[in-house]
């Protein structure tokens, strides 16, 4: 069973990737050989999928976001942009995965604590958006809203430790750019890759967050 699913989630990571380039077009996909990309896809993936493995959180739900992750952040590392259809394609997943909870609790804090999550996971970076255009693009809003669906309150946490590590990345390219090798390279990279760094990680850190910060009713 355990097969099937790596099966799936490379399968999937593939299809996405092959949709995306083809729906976008040559020129807002990955600009090296396939053959060079494709096996960044399926590390990602691998690790990916072992996380997964190691938390106890396998289901088809969990192969497909896992896919999506994969996609976004290599999208996202190349060409500073999120497909926001794969994006959309994720919320109507998460809320689909959580439909029996907040039909069997509904009212209860379980789906109170799940819809907050899930509105302000996006909201927050639709704001900064707007009041900053330039500087918050609306496909990371998206991204936020679909890590809401799936993971609740918890995509609030997982939006924190991307954000953590993107700061981090970017002290230390601040100290890295001081020296004579890197004055020519470009070294910045946008937030949605470091947002899918840190869904991984709310993923491998689940049972210790909900052991410090809260209960059960809030991190799914």
Sequence with gaps: MILVHLLVVLGLTTGFAFLFRKENGEKHWI???PKDVYPLHVLLALLSFLVLLFTGRVSLFYDGFIAALVVIIMYGLQFRLIPVT???????????MHLPVLRGAFGGSAVIGYLLGFLLS??????????????????????????????GVG????????????????????AAKRLPIAKTRKLSVPLGPFMGLG?????????????IFTGPNLLL
Aim: charged share 5%; glycine share 16%; no cysteine.
């Design 31 to 33: 600009t090296i050989p």
């Design 86 to 96: 794969l994006t959309l394609t994720g919320i109507a997943a998460g809320l689909l």
């Design 122 to 151: 996006g909201s927050i970076l639709f704001m900064l958006h707007l009041l900053v255009p330039h500087g918050m693009g609306r496909g990371d809003a998206w991204f936020g809203w679909m890590l809401g669906a799936f993971f």
């Design 155 to 174: 995509g609030l946490v997982a939006l924190a430790l991307g954000t953590f590590a993107a700061t981090f990345y970017g002290i230390s390219v601040g």
């Design 199 to 211: 869904a991984i990680l709310y993923v491998l850190l689940h049972g210790w967050l909900l052991a």
